[in-house]
């Protein structure tokens, strides 16, 4: 299995929107393509990760964090780093990750086009764009991994 099999999916978004904060530390951010083929809402730990409009982030999803696409073993990615593992991991190319669960989908009426939905410890994210781009995301857990594009 190669890093490309587990990492689903991988987009630059620009921020357009930020909506009025509902907690403290979280901002919700919405994000188009450039193509405007995929529209993005997340939720972000604003203190760790602060965005502002028209900022271009790179989305990642993927199911392991191995540079060589492996499964993950039981201990998390925080634990390897921990352990003093000099294994270097997708995570080391990011600077905000998050594991979550893709918890439902939504097909559009026009047949064309998918919804999914994802939940990093309830921070919140949605997806909408092609099924063709988005049917790879149909697995229960996911790594976000996110940066400012440069």
Known sequence: MSGSDAQLLEETFRIYKISDPKY????????????????????INKELFPCKVDDELTIALATSLSLDGTKDDERGWRDVAKAGSSEATLADEFDYVCYGKIYKFEDAEDGQSIKAYVSFGGLLMSLAGPYKKLTPLRVDNVYLLAKKAR
């Open 24 to 43: 403290d530390r979280v901002d919700r951010i919405y994000g188009r393509t450039e193509d405007n083929s995929i529209e993005m809402s997340l939720d």
